[in-house]
């Protein structure tokens, strides 16, 4: 088993900056064996992908978040980071950390998908963006 648990959400003007950061805990498997995601879902939405990092650190972002956000991962920590910058109103949502040791579908899938695939998530931290 794999336990999630997310920080650093909060309420920011459009603009600013925010780091999400989702710690890992697992018996089992590390953060370098796994890959790692960040999805999002707004009220009367489905969820989407925002960006995903596989366990040879190769990176996908969606296009809505492409040069503003980006994906990391402290594997001596056991942590995954997303740094989110020049947030918009439209980027508020739930974001919720995800990771599978056994994901190898790609990226792309991984974010169309909403992380289907995913099989262990964290509880979600909220984002607001106001205008």
């Known amino acids: 088993a794999v336990k999630l648990v997310e920080s650093g959400g909060g309420s920011v003007q459009a603009g600013g900056s925010l780091r999400l950061s989702c710690v890992s805990s697992s018996r089992q498997y590390a953060t370098r064996s796994m890959s790692m995601g960040w999805f999002r879902r707004a009220p009367g939405t489905r969820r989407e992908g925002v960006a995903v990092i596989d366990r040879d650190d190769l990176t996908t972002y969606a296009e809505a978040v492409k040069g503003r956000f980006t994906i990391s991962k402290d594997n001596s920590k056991e942590i995954l980071y997303l740094q989110m910058n020049d947030l918009k109103p439209e980027d508020s949502a739930m974001y919720y950390c995800?990771?599978?040791?056994?994901?190898?579908?790609?990226?792309?899938?991984?974010?169309?998908?909403?992380?289907?695939?995913?099989?262990?998530w964290g509880q979600g931290v909220q984002v607001t963006v106001s205008s």
């Open positions: 995800a990771a599978d040791p056994y994901y190898s579908s790609g990226g792309p899938f991984a974010l169309s998908s909403g992380g289907s695939d995913f099989g262990y």
